[in-house]
């Protein structure tokens, strides 16, 4: 049982938090404005992408019948014909089990087009498949407007098939030719995923990004880009679906050459000085392959939500990829799979403990009777509420939560108004324990648009959340305590660096930045 001193020494706190704000009230009639954003800053849609949080990735096409991952683009089409497809399925799965979007291989590396592109015949109207008059990106393009599910089309760059392939100019002409029918043909377009794969060996040429890119923006506006570096999301840099504990959504995209070998940490990282806003995605499949093949099970739903934590919670959307099989359908286990992931992550999440709190902060922004930046915001959800601190306060920055009973929980949850720049650079968290002292959980780097992180379970009713270190004054717009009764946390701090070490891997990379900069001039 907590003693009594605890509580005595929250209200102390409360009561000169109170006594502080008072005293700064002033007579003015007019509320304190939101502070100034730090740059870079989300484009609007950087920020509908981002609170998707996951995405369905549907691989399907020709390999599905061949059994392999990479085709050679000279199989026949006629051994294409799924004979149930059924793409109101697909949406049906994805925004049951809780995806917000779905994305095809509208081609994939073997050139074999879902859609009947009248640049080539390798495609749906030269299979058997609804007698040579079906269309895959059409019917899917409509089942998600009928589930209120945003689309997304992948268009390989790297094409097996096709003859002009390594043509400079006549393939980047070609290839623009069938984005641009992906793009005006099937309504809105929310996301386009690119890659520079492509096998050893293979034909070289050079890729227009840039003419693409400007093409896609062009024709929809309100889609993001997925490429190694960007415009809009960047790669993680590997297929496992795995974040760096540090992630920022803070990037340079002239560092990143899509297709290249890239820094992997950097890709992983992100940049605390990168002058873009280019956060990651973490792509991984359910099954061992991205194409389903019959002797393949897909992951369990434990694998997929110790994911969820190092993906979603590392300040990354999550795109699953849960490949159609020969039928046309998604499997039965796939969808038993994804059933209890959801299960999983709705019996976890659903009830924010923190709701059920007192909560004071160690300064707030503004007046007293001005609750437009108080405490109470973080347990509302949505980017634009948010506790601000008084300007004034320059470290330390504290939210205290104080429970009426002991609680238990092992899940940290803090979101930051990404609108307003990625700022938080190190966090922990503390309890009270019985002794009355202030007891270490866990520490982590930064937040994002959403960070969890998993502990071994401490029972407290006084908890503080402290910011260590950020870019400016932090911003919160959301903190939830959680009870995770499935999964087994690892018995040590978030995060793969110590305090010292993160901060002078900082300072290192902004010398290097300057010194960069010195040299330019």
């Not at 890659?195 to 293979?202: H, L, M, S």
């Not at 707030?364 to 347990?379: A, H």
């Not at 930064?446 to 969890?452: E, F, N, P, Q, S």
């Not at 900082?506 to 010194?515: C, D, H, I, P, S």
Request: charged share 20%; proline share 5%.
């Amino acid at each position: 049982m907590i003693k009594n001193k605890p509580i005595t020494q929250f209200l102390k706190i409360f009561t000169i938090f109170f006594s502080f704000q008072l005293s700064r009230t002033s007579q003015s009639l007019h509320p304190k404005p939101p502070p100034i954003p730090i740059l870079p800053i989300p484009k609007s849609h950087q920020i509908s992408w981002q609170i998707a949080d996951m995405a369905l990735f549907l691989h399907f096409g020709i390999n599905t019948f061949t059994d392999s991952e990479w085709g050679t683009g000279h199989v026949d089409p006629s051994i294409f014909n799924p004979h149930l497809l059924n793409a109101t399925q697909w949406v049906t799965v994805a925004k049951d089990f809780g995806f917000k979007r779905v994305i095809l291989t509208a081609k994939h590396h073997d050139g074999f087009c879902l859609w009947p592109s009248k640049y080539t015949d390798y495609s749906v109207k030269s299979s058997p498949w609804r007698n040579g008059f079906g269309d895959i990106v059409a019917e899917l393009a409509e089942a998600a407007r009928n589930g209120g599910l945003e689309l997304g089309l992948y268009l390989s760059p790297w094409d097996r098939h096709e003859h002009c392939f390594g043509e400079t100019l006549e393939y980047n002409e070609f290839y623009l030719g069938q984005m641009t029918e992906l793009l005006t043909r099937y309504g809105e377009i929310k996301y386009v995923f690119l890659d520079g794969a492509k096998g050893d060996g293979e034909k070289d040429m050079e890729y227009f990004f840039d003419d693409w890119f400007s093409l896609i923006h062009q024709l929809q506006p309100g889609a993001s880009i997925f490429s190694d570096s960007g415009p809009d999301t960047r790669w993680i840099g590997n297929e496992a679906g795995v974040a760096g504990t540090t992630c920022w959504s803070l990037f340079n995209c002239s560092a990143v050459k899509i297709g290249a070998y890239n820094d992997p940490i950097y890709s992983m990282e992100g940049d605390a000085f990168g002058h873009d806003w280019v956060p990651a995605e973490c792509d991984v499949s359910i099954r061992p392959g991205w194409f389903w093949h019959a002797s393949e099970k897909p992951k369990s739903a434990m694998t997929l939500l110790d994911l969820y934590y190092k993906s979603v919670g590392r300040n990354c959307p999550l795109l699953l990829n849960v490949p159609p099989n020969s039928s046309g359908l998604i499997s039965d286990e796939d969808i038993q799979v994804l059933k209890e992931f959801s299960e999983l992550r709705n019996s976890i999440f659903s009830h924010n403990i923190a709701k059920s709190a007192l909560l004071s902060a160690s300064s707030t922004r503004g007046d007293l009777d001005d609750s437009q930046f108080g405490p109470k915001n973080v347990i509302e959800e949505g980017l634009y509420t948010y506790w601000a601190p008084d300007q004034g306060q320059q470290s330390d920055w504290i939210i205290y939560l104080y429970f009426q009973q002991v609680i238990a929980f092992n899940v940290l949850e803090l979101q930051e108004p990404i609108q307003m720049g990625q700022r938080i650079i190190e966090f922990h968290l503390d309890i009270l324990n019985e002794a009355g002292k202030w007891q270490h959980v866990v520490n982590g780097t930064t937040v994002g648009y959403r960070r969890l992180l998993l502990f071994p379970t401490v029972k407290s009713h006084l908890l503080r959340v402290v910011i260590d270190k950020s870019r400016v004054f932090p911003l919160i717009s959301y903190l939830g305590i959680y009870m995770d009764s499935y999964s087994v946390p690892r018995r040590v701090s978030d995060g793969t660096h110590t305090k010292s070490k993160f901060m002078n891997n900082l300072v290192f990379r902004r010398t290097a930045y300057n010194q960069s900069q010195s040299a330019s001039i």
